[in-house]
């Protein structure tokens, strides 16, 4: 029986040109809703047996012959809530596409936070040039040799910034979730296009139950958990207390996870000296958002994780989970729904 598989993302024609190149007895159908807004024909659905999609989901009853869902988002917390998610069909995220930006973009947030840019965009959009003495009290960068990193979220993206942090003698701390019994029911293999490997360097890696050692040493903490039931506003205000004062916040996860009313009155107090945000918990950020003006904050509209190379890397876990499901294995990325991720 050749496998069905079905799109609902506009991809370029290409990346079907080579998935049909590579996989000739799969049976490939687009329907991309972004652009026409129709749904698959009925008979289509019933027929699928990988749904390759972003925020589309059918009812499971109309979808009987799916073996698995590919999603195009590493986050799992828009699909709870719907019947696919309370079915018993498996779901891969797209997870691992982009530790190498994402760590990127945490390093290159807290050079730019250490270096003073928030406050020297603002002198170059007010076109001011300070004197000597206000560069030297205002503008002179915090050391990063020395200086802890705090990683809420230690996986595959943690292990990509601790591999970068190294060479700046930057120390790092990960905290991440162990509770063995989770794993229980779903596969542990996870695609990672990351250059660290499993190496976790120099990194000290502690269980979640410990988060408030790991904050109370932080002078940089990036957040880059999931969004689930457990770390919905994890980092609130009694957690933004525990970091050194002067410390500075990168939240690259998901709005929702990182208290914005405490942050911004402990940015505004001088208690924490700045902060990179990527995610918010209104998305677009509208344009009467504080944030846009808060002194000392990079804003960014939501792209720490886009990749280069996306469109080679999406193809090769589709690819791959294709595969697995003509064979009867578990699908890499698989959510584990216990976890919520």
Same mark, same amino acid.
């Given at each position: +029986?050749?496998? *069905?598989y079905? $799109?609902?993302?506009?991809?370029p024609?290409?990346w079907?040109?080579?998935?049909?190149?590579?996989?000739p007895e799969?049976?490939?159908?687009r &329907?991309?809703?972004?652009?026409?807004g129709v749904?698959?024909?009925p008979?289509?659905?019933a027929?699928?047996?990988?749904?390759?999609?972003?925020d589309?989901?059918?009812?499971?009853?109309?979808?009987?012959?799916?073996r698995?869902?590919?999603?195009?988002?590493?986050?799992?917390?828009?699909?709870?809530?719907?019947?696919?998610w309370?079915?018993?069909? !498996?779901i891969?995220?797209?997870?691992?596409?982009?530790?190498?930006?994402?760590?990127?973009? %945490? @390093?290159?947030?807290?050079?730019?936070?250490?270096?003073?840019m928030?406050?020297?965009?603002?002198?170059?959009?007010?076109?001011a040039?300070?004197? %000597?003495?206000?560069?030297?009290?205002? @503008?002179?960068p915090?050391?990063?040799?020395?200086?802890t990193?705090?990683?809420?979220?230690?996986?595959?993206?943690?292990?990509?910034?601790?591999? /970068?942090?190294?060479?700046?003698? @930057?120390?790092?701390?990960?905290?991440?979730?162990?509770?063995?019994?989770?794993?229980?029911?779903?596969?542990?293999?996870?695609f990672?296009?990351g250059?660290?490997?499993?190496?976790?360097?120099?990194?000290?890696?502690?269980?979640?139950?410990?988060?408030?050692?790991?904050l109370t040493? $932080?002078d940089?903490? *990036?957040?880059?958990? !999931?969004?689930t039931?457990?770390?919905?506003? +994890?980092?609130?205000?009694?957690?933004?207390?525990?970091?050194?004062?002067?410390?500075?916040?990168?939240?690259?996860?998901?709005?929702?996870?990182?208290?914005?009313?405490?942050?911004?009155?402990? /940015?505004?107090s001088?208690?924490?000296?700045?902060?990179?945000?990527?995610v &918010?918990?209104?998305?677009?950020? !509208?344009?009467?958002?504080?944030?846009?003006?808060?002194?000392?904050?990079?804003?960014?509209?939501h792209?720490?994780?886009?990749?280069?190379?996306?469109?080679?890397?999406?193809?090769?876990?589709?690819v791959? #989970?294709? #595969?697995r499901i003509?064979?009867?294995? !578990?699908?890499? #990325?698989?959510? #584990?729904?216990?976890?919520?991720?």
């Open positions: +029986m050749s496998l *069905v079905l $799109s609902t993302l506009d991809l024609d290409a079907f040109d080579e998935l049909a190149r590579r996989l799969v049976r490939i159908h &329907f991309p809703m972004g652009s026409s749904a698959p024909e008979e289509l659905l027929r699928a047996h990988l749904l390759h999609t972003s589309w989901f059918p009812d499971a009853t109309s979808a009987p012959a799916l698995g869902i590919q999603l195009d988002t590493s986050g799992v917390d828009h699909v709870r809530g719907t019947s696919l309370a079915s018993d069909v !498996p891969a995220t797209l997870g691992g596409i982009a530790p190498v930006p994402m760590a990127e973009y %945490a @390093l290159m947030s807290i050079l730019e936070l250490a270096h003073r928030p406050s020297i965009h603002r002198l170059r959009d007010e076109r040039w300070p004197g %000597a003495k206000d560069r030297l009290a205002d @503008l002179t915090r050391a990063i040799a020395g200086a990193v705090g990683i809420v979220g230690y996986g595959r993206i943690g292990r990509e910034i601790s591999r /970068l942090a190294a060479p700046f003698g @930057l120390r790092v701390l990960g905290v991440r979730r162990t509770d063995e019994s989770l794993a229980a029911g779903s596969s542990a293999e996870k990672d296009t250059r660290a490997g499993g190496v976790d360097h120099t990194a000290g890696v502690v269980p979640l139950e410990r988060l408030d050692e790991v040493q $932080s940089f903490l *990036v957040v880059v958990v !999931p969004l039931d457990l770390t919905r506003g +994890m980092i609130g205000p009694e957690q933004l207390d525990r970091l050194p004062e002067g410390a500075y916040v990168i939240n690259i996860a998901r709005g929702g996870i990182v208290d914005e009313s405490a942050l911004r009155e402990r /940015l505004r001088g208690r924490l000296a700045g902060a990179a945000l990527d &918010f918990d209104d998305e677009p950020l !509208p344009a009467s958002s504080p944030w846009w003006d808060e002194p000392g904050v990079l804003v960014t509209p792209v720490a994780g886009l990749a280069p190379h996306y469109h080679s890397q999406t193809l090769d876990l589709v791959e #989970n294709l #595969n003509a064979e009867g294995r !578990p699908l890499l #990325n698989e959510v #584990n729904r216990v976890a919520g991720y």
